[in-house]
């Protein structure tokens, strides 16, 4: 098949808009909707400084090095990568060699911290004591301590790769909750609140898809590796449930992240919680005890 904007061989066929492109016309579509996104999530006024969490898989490692395409020349903008070592030992050791491998070659400070130093036990440890499926402790683990690397770093911004796919679910899995407070607190994050480091989304709206194959026409390193737990978590009846109806509904997963634009902008700032500190750690949190201070001590880890 054809590009639709010129004789080369297609390499992507976009069923959401009809259109084929070929890999120079899909690099060239692929960046003009990250830069358009960063510039909307991103005012740059004063000198800043931009982590980026690291996994090593595709998408973050998309976000990283068009991060850098975008920012690494600039003299008002300093990039860091954070990457958080969970302690699996069958998965996480490659996608830290892939990470490390990837900053070198960019020229990219990176940082490498471990969930064990500072909860005291690792993801395989949970796996067998905790009550819960893995995912939801090292959700709550790896989102407290890429934040404490943000404020340890001085990160103004901290930017993952979070793409269209992982937006949809997340949408539709707080809505079928009815947690309207985790919907408002999605990101992107334009307002500064103490204690947090605000969250930039530049994949947003691209497709998983999409990441994939400008990751491999633009050479970018990153670990095919799966996460073992990764198939006990509930994310993916929502991901099987809605692949299917993008299947029979091309521009469905757009249709949810539009939808959640106009629902976000009717949440007050706060959602319907006030958010206060934790009394163990001083984190913001809904409660008297973050999520993480009460995975630690439902673990016995707390110290």
């Known amino acids: ?136 402790y090292c959700g709550v683990f790896r989102r407290k301590l890429i934040n404490s690397a943000g404020i340890d770093e001085g990160i103004d911004y901290m930017i993952t790769g979070l793409n269209l796919d992982d937006t949809a679910q997340s949408v539709m899995m707080n809505i079928v909750r009815g947690d309207i407070s985790r919907l408002g607190r999605m990101g992107p994050h334009h307002a500064v609140k103490d204690g947090l480091v605000p969250r930039l989304l530049p994949l947003r709206r691209i497709s998983e898809k999409e990441v994939m194959i400008y990751a491999i026409l633009q050479g970018i390193e990153f670990s095919h590796a799966v996460c073992p737990y990764a198939d006990r978590a509930i994310r993916n009846e929502f991901r099987e449930s809605i692949d299917r109806w993008e299947e029979r509904s091309p521009g469905t997963k757009y249709s949810i992240l539009n939808s959640f634009e106009r629902i976000k902008s009717l949440i007050p700032p706060e959602g319907d919680v006030k958010v206060g500190k934790c009394k163990v750690c001083g984190s913001p949190t809904a409660g008297d005890v973050c999520q993480s201070c009460s995975f630690e001590r439902e673990l016995g880890t707390w110290t």
């Open 1 to 136: 098949m054809k590009c639709s904007l010129c004789n080369n061989e297609a390499v992507i066929f976009l069923r959401y808009n009809g259109s084929h492109l070929c890999d120079k016309h899909f690099i060239k579509f692929f960046q003009k909707r990250v830069n358009l996104e960063f510039r909307n999530e991103l005012k740059i006024r004063n000198p800043v400084r931009l982590g980026v969490a690291l996994s090593g898989g595709k998408d973050s490692a998309v976000a990283l090095f068009e991060t850098n395409r975008i920012f690494g020349k600039r003299k008002d903008v300093s990039i860091v990568a954070v990457t958080i070592d969970e302690g699996i030992s069958s998965y996480r050791p490659e996608t830290i060699r892939v990470a490390e491998s990837l900053t070198k070659k960019l020229g990219i400070e990176h940082r490498i911290l471990k969930i064990e130093d500072s909860f005291g036990t690792t993801m395989d440890e949970v796996s067998e004591g905790g009550r819960l499926a893995p995912c939801s």
